[in-house]
């Protein structure tokens, strides 16, 4: 009996990946182990594709058994040709007959006085794009460069609303292969016309896609495709995949309702596609046991529905209680509004009229930071409240600290949970849909309190910091996520589920 091949269908990986695309590495990673061909088919148009995953790869972040491919490099019939240095930026920064002026990591060019071009630089030097001006300062396109400063793409604006029309993705060598059209409004990609190796033309990104997975299929005996995003079109993309020529596995990452986020709210668009067509998947895989109750109640169970957790892996190095600083609470989350960091913010208030001394370290990026930082000043926290930025240490991170903190309106499980309960420090969380109920035992590894009670959230955190056998006590309860999730489970879990999948052929 021949196993199946596991392939991912993916929007993109990077560096500075969220806990979706960590989720997603983490389970290619695994099932390279047992299967011989794993395959990520990337979706997204990334300027730097191969530099991330070199990098990912340098971190061991992706194992290189794992084969990850990108729609718009692998869809270039010429990417095995000789590059033309004619279609390379110029690296240098003066060009002769302009003047240059500085704007940061960039240049404004001005000939003859009027602004014809800007210059974006990357820390290394290389260029990573050029915009070219009218002599009414408006942008009329922008070239992109790839990590090795050839171009890959130049995007043609609409002169009155500055926003994208037209695409258009270059080979090295200097061939353009595809272009796509933009709408300048909803800024969507509508019409795709692929000229090799033969003319073919698309109406929207999705049936391009479609067509390129397909190619990719032709080459892999048994896939099992499996799609993780319901922000993208992977789920259409599945459905578009014919049941005979491919399993479908849909992995469900977060909560599927609109706001307010709870059992009666209503479902969000993006996941209908899944929803409603649920009983064409092979199997649905959930994160939590909650969820998969609330699906089953409002759309049934065609009996392909699975709950295969997060893992959770023991740290390089056990927690000390002589390096925690106990007064010391720290966050793991994207700077954006379904974390509420901004919750959490206003609870800490709370923490520092107890305990003065309290600070808490918000890791992370995103565009609500000037938000956050704003509401800091406001509520006079600068002292307390600090934003970290990136940490390429977690699990120390989450060590030196008396908690960890979550606010958010709502996740699928998040994977802070069960990193930061491995590396032996207990969760403050409010109690989201999904997530809490199934992973945090409140009062043994860490405490749920109501989403949206402020004060609730600081009193418990304020009881760790100030408790030192609470603190303990927990911190003891935390490290046994490694049993109850471990890796051995999880890994079965997946394994078994592919065994089925093998079986019903």
């Known amino acids: 009996m021949r196993k199946h091949s596991p392939v991912f269908v993916f929007n993109s990986l990077n560096v500075k990946r969220g806990g979706l695309t960590k989720a997603v590495m983490r389970r290619a990673n695994m099932l390279s182990n047992h299967y011989g061909d794993v395959q990520i088919l990337t979706l997204l148009y990334q300027r730097v594709h191969r530099r991330n995953i070199h990098e990912l790869r340098k971190l061991g972040q992706l194992n290189k058994k794992v084969t990850v491919k990108n729609c718009f490099t692998d869809l270039n019939p010429f990417k095995n040709e000789k590059p033309n240095s004619k279609y390379a930026a110029n690296p240098k920064v003066k060009e002769k007959g302009l003047v240059e002026i500085n704007d940061g990591s960039a240049y404004r060019y001005y000939k003859d006085g009027l602004y014809i071009k800007y210059k974006k630089f990357e820390s290394n030097g290389q260029v990573s794009f050029i915009d070219y001006m009218n002599e009414s300062r408006h942008r009329t396109c922008r070239e992109e460069y790839d990590e090795k400063g ?10 009155t609303k500055n926003k994208p029309r037209i695409d258009r993705y270059f080979s090295r060598s200097g061939k353009c292969f595809l272009t796509t059209w933009v709408n300048p409004d909803s800024e969507q990609v509508g019409r795709c016309l692929l000229f090799y190796p033969k003319p073919v033309e698309f109406a929207n990104l999705t049936e391009l896609y479609s067509y390129w997975v397909n190619q990719k299929l032709a080459n892999i005996k048994k896939p099992a495709l499996m799609s993780d995003s319901r922000f993208s079109p992977t789920d259409k993309i599945l459905l578009n995949i014919p049941s005979e020529k491919a399993k479908r596995i849909a992995i469900l990452h977060n909560n599927h309702f609109k ?36 699906i089953t109640e409002r759309f049934g169970n065609s009996g392909g529905f699975r709950v295969i957790p997060h893992e959770a892996k023991s740290p390089y190095a056990k927690r000390s209680s002589t390096k925690v600083n106990p007064h010391l609470a720290v966050m793991m989350s994207r700077y954006n509004s379904q974390k509420r960091l901004d919750e959490a913010v206003r609870a800490f208030t709370h923490v520092v009229a107890e305990i003065p001394d309290a600070r808490l370290e918000i890791y992370g990026s ?15 926290m600068e002292s307390n409240i600090k934003l970290m930025g990136f940490t390429n240490d977690p699990t120390a991170t989450y060590q030196s600290a008396a908690c960890t903190v979550l606010s958010s309106d709502y996740e699928g499980s998040p994977l802070v949970f069960n990193e930061s309960m491995a590396a032996g420090t207990p969760i403050v969380t409010y109690d989201f849909k999904y997530g809490p109920k199934d992973v945090i035992r409140n009062g043994i590894d860490g405490f749920v309190v109501p989403r949206g009670h402020q004060k609730a959230l600081a009193d418990k955190i304020v009881k760790i910091m100030e408790d030192p056998t609470v603190r303990a006590k927990l911190s003891e309860g935390a490290v046994e996520i490694v049993e109850r999730f471990s890796y051995e489970k999880y890994t079965d879990n997946w394994l078994n589920l592919f065994r089925e999948l093998d079986k019903a052929d």
């Open 259 to 294: 706001k307010p986020y709870t059992k009666d709210s209503d479902i969000r668009g993006s996941w209908q596609t899944l929803l409603d067509n649920h009983n064409k998947f092979d199997r649905v895989v959930f994160l939590t046991h909650e969820q998969k109750e609330d």
């Open 150 to 159: 050839y171009l890959v793409r130049i995007r043609h604006y609409d002169l």
């Open 366 to 380: 995103g565009d609500e930071e000037k938000k956050l930082k704003k509401l800091i000043h406001k509520l006079n």
